[in-house]
């Protein structure tokens, strides 16, 4: 399988940028960090504790994931820049025992910084249980901007432990913290990250392959009555031959949001087109019938 050349993709109009992609970096030695003396610039004490059992992901926690309390987190540098958050690379790890883990840190843009440009339309069909929030967030104040930042990460937590339960290929959500965060890192063990669809050029068995595992996991959302909501192949890594979907913090209850139809046709356009323009011939499902298998599956036609 391999990369196609950059280009700037109509699919997404909010099309992240990705730093470094390809290059390996050297992991740093967690021995020679010195827990007497504090830790060196750039490092911090694990987040884990500081995030209640709600804040954490589903049970049993995976075995690679670290969870001892005298672990650190050491930045490694940036994956990704976006509109609303940038992802980091980060190696959370207990010195001196070899034990480790990478995650990637999305972390949502501070208020005054964030442009949020499209969440009206994706808040639709959402609860706030405290009126007060709900018109600071209405209103766009700098509070309820930053309720709305806090609402996103929360939600993408949220929608992620709830995808995963029902199966469809997602980073393990590691744990939530105000605006950060931390999932499993899609990727090789040296840092370097999974590509995106986007960035591939499969031959005409991979696409196959990679189509009808993203059919699969469409219906299984739309059966949850769920969208994506801003499904592209900018959002879609490719890991070992496997799918997986990113970016979900707009994810669409389909059945509480007035335009989840809307929402479920959109997903399925822009992914049916890009993988027709690839030359998909074959799989489980012509392209031009996603749509219509999705809204029937969410029980919307």
């Known amino acids: 399988m391999s990369r196609s050349p950059r280009s700037r993709s109509r699919f997404d109009d909010d099309e992240p940028l990705f730093v470094k992609r390809g290059r390996r970096r050297a992991l740093p030695d967690l021995e020679a960090f010195d827990q007497v003396d ?113 609402q996103w990460a929360s939600a993408e937590f949220a929608a992620l432990c709830q995808l995963l339960t029902i199966g469809v290929p997602v980073p393990y959500p590691v744990q939530v913290l105000g605006t950060e965060l931390l999932l499993e890192f899609i990727g090789d063990a040296d840092g370097t990250a999974a590509p995106r669809l986007a960035d591939l050029r499969p031959t005409a068995v991979e696409l196959t ?60 356009a822009n992914v049916a087109r890009w993988f027709t323009g690839r030359g998909l011939t074959g799989g489980v499902l012509p392209p031009g019938e996603l749509a219509a298998a999705l809204a029937r599956e969410a029980r919307l036609a």
């Open 38 to 150: 504090g830790l060196p610039a750039g490092e911090r004490w694990s987040s884990w504790d500081q995030s209640p059992p709600t804040a954490r992901g589903p049970r049993p926690h995976p075995s690679w994931l670290v969870t001892e309390l005298a672990a650190t987190d050491t930045e490694l540098g940036i994956l990704k820049t976006g509109k609303e958050a940038d992802v980091f690379l980060v190696r959370r790890g207990v010195p001196g025992s070899g034990r480790s883990c990478l995650l990637a840190a999305k972390r949502y843009r501070a208020a005054e910084h964030r442009l949020f440009h499209r969440d009206s339309a994706y808040l639709e069909g959402r609860r706030v249980r405290d009126s007060r929030a709900s018109r600071a967030m209405a209103n766009r104040t700098h509070v309820g901007r930053e309720m709305i930042s806090e």
């Open 209 to 268: 392959g990679l189509w009808d595992q993203l059919v699969q996991a469409l219906l299984t959302m739309a059966g949850n009555g769920l969208a994506h909501g801003d499904l592209s192949p900018f959002n879609l890594l490719v890991h070992e031959g496997n799918l997986v979907m990113i970016d979900l913090p707009q994810v669409v209850d389909v059945i509480a949001n007035p335009g989840g139809a809307r929402f479920l046709d959109r997903d399925a």
